[in-house]
């Protein structure tokens, strides 16, 4: 495996409630810099993999019961969500799931807790800011009154505050106007070119997706059935007939 590979997914299997089978076998690499994409429909599994490698699935009664998981060449299966922010690695979850009854601006702050000084929280404020100006006019608002998207966007602003390497993104359009869903990704571009930060998300919108991102995987009931090139995927033509509602 190249040394540039960050996150290397290799033949998992995940089991619900000891009995259901909804992975059977992924694998996936994630080379760093970059934007890899995990497409495909309800349901297909892309959530629970992005959970696998997060190690957010025990919640949900959910087991790795097949092989690995690496970052950077460091087995992670057993790490916690919280030895992975110290890794670098952070999550932002489907459904946004921002902290209604606090400010904007406190639940960014809330993603600054692993960050050593009051300095460096002052800093990542204004990064994340700067990324997302819209969240600077709606610091003050309780993000129960914001819009879907500046909630998308203070996910991940949250996510950012921890000075991540890798971002895994769950959905990033889900609810949102396709004009937003734009802008959420461009910024999600923009991350990735001046910031360096590598990405992982799982989109069903499989055309704004292939749009951002430089690679992708297609998922259909657990298993991953195409993989490649962002733009050779956008001109497949099973692709298109299955994914981009093209005929
Ligand atoms: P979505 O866009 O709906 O999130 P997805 O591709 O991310 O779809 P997953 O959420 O990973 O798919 O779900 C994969 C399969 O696992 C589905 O059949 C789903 O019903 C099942 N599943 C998900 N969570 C659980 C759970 N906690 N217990 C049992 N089965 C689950």
């Given at each position: 495996?190249a040394n540039?590979?960050?996150?290397n ?12 089978l909804?992975?059977k ?9 970059r934007i890899?994409?995990?497409l ?6 892309k959530?629970?993999?992005l959970?696998?490698?997060s ?7 959910g ?13 992670i ?8 922010v ?6 932002v ?6 902290f209604?009854?606090?400010?904007i601006?406190?639940?960014?702050l ?5 960050l ?7 800093v ?7 990324y997302?100006p819209r969240?600077?006019t709606?610091?003050?608002s ?5 819009s879907?998207?500046?909630?998308q966007?203070c996910?991940?602003?949250?996510a950012?505050?921890a000075?991540?390497?890798?971002v895994?993104l769950?959905?990033?359009s889900?609810?949102?106007a ?10 999600v ?9 590598t ?5 069903q919108n499989t055309n704004?997706?292939l749009?951002y991102?430089?690679y992708?995987?297609?998922m259909?009931?657990?298993r991953?059935?195409?993989d ?6 956008a ?6 007939e ?5 005929g």
């Amino acid at each position: 495996i190249a040394n540039d590979i960050v996150l290397n997914v290799n033949g998992i299997e995940v089991i619900y409630n000891h009995v259901i089978l909804v992975l059977k076998g992924v694998s996936l690499q994630v080379p760093q810099g970059r934007i890899v994409a995990i497409l495909g429909g309800n349901g297909a599994g892309k959530t629970t993999t992005l959970r696998a490698v997060s190690n957010l699935l025990q919640g949900e009664r959910g087991n790795v019961t097949k092989g690995s998981i690496e970052l950077r060449g460091e087995r992670i299966e057993n790490l916690s969500p919280a030895d992975l922010v110290q890794r670098g690695v952070v999550q932002v979850m489907e459904g946004r799931h921002c902290f209604a009854h606090l400010t904007i601006e406190e639940n960014l702050l809330t993603g600054g807790y692993t960050l050593k000084s009051k300095a460096e929280v002052a800093v990542n404020l204004e990064k994340v800011y700067n990324y997302f100006p819209r969240l600077k006019t709606r610091r003050t608002s309780q993000a129960a009154y914001t819009s879907g998207g500046e909630q998308q966007m203070c996910a991940i602003g949250r996510a950012l505050m921890a000075s991540p390497s890798m971002v895994l993104l769950d959905e990033p359009s889900m609810g949102l106007a396709p004009q937003i869903v734009e802008e959420v990704f461009n910024i999600v571009k923009d991350l990735n070119q001046k910031e360096k930060v590598t990405f992982l998300l799982a989109e069903q919108n499989t055309n704004m997706a292939l749009k951002y991102a430089d690679y992708g995987y297609i998922m259909e009931s657990g298993r991953v059935v195409m993989d490649g090139a962002a733009r050779d995927l956008a001109n497949n033509e099973d692709v298109k007939e299955f994914y981009l509602g093209v005929g």
